[in-house]
């Protein structure tokens, strides 16, 4: 999310007043931060793409809201964390985990791969799939709060004071939580990730396990099917993931997507639906 203040700032007011472009303009250039912060905190794609469709409503409804007294991205890093903090409709936050279920799972999950199974398609593709969706869900096995804080600076790399009034958390306490969780996260990956060299566990092995389990599905691999984005575009996600310590190898080379919930396709059934109305009140 890159600021121009003074032609943002502007943009922000026409979009207060009702101007669609402006409205459009601004919800165009958060969505695939906030698709790819929805992803991380809530694990699957389905629950990504609703919770961005949702944050993008509310964005609108209470732009009026905006005070112009912290940078528009930080505002709206704000709205959307504690959203997705109380997320509560999310497929894993029905069925929460945590990371000794998580290892059991691991430690069970290993079925004999067929061509039947695969229909087809590459193992190496199947496997990436499953990497994909593995990390992401792994995340889950964080409460929401930490799972936040992890996120927001282990793989967006914002800075200690910003992701705490982010999170209405002093510096201090960000950077501790911060420190506590990436510690939890290491340790988990050095013994149970294959790709960090010392794990047990393999994608490629668990393909078999996966597809068993519907977590992946040949016929469907949703990965593959999302655009990637520009690094050049998400400057508050940076290049990609940031590593892990020791543990580079798991995430540094995650990609960011490009939201499949289209900004101008929301506006467009706002503007002709009741809401409208609560965004010219405004």
Known sequence: MQENKEELNAHIQSAVSGDKQSIETLLTGVQDTIFNLSLRMLGTIPDAEDATQDILIRIMTNLSTFRFESKFSTWVYRLASNYLIDYKKSMLARHPLDFDYYSYDLKASYTENTDELIMGVTNEAMAQELKLSC????????????????????????????????????????????????????EFLSYHCGLTDTGFCSCKKRIGYAMQHNRINPRKLEYAHLEHCNENALLSCMEHMEALEEMADVFADLPNYRSPVSAKTILCKLLKSPRMKAIQDY
């Open 135 to 186: 990390t992401n869900v792994m995340l889950q096995c964080f409460d929401p709060q930490t799972r936040c804080i992890f996120i927001l600076g282990a793989m967006f790399k914002i800075d200690s004071r910003l992701a705490g009034e982010i999170l209405g958390i002093t510096p201090e306490n960000y950077r501790q939580k911060l420190s506590r969780a990436r510690k939890k996260m290491a």
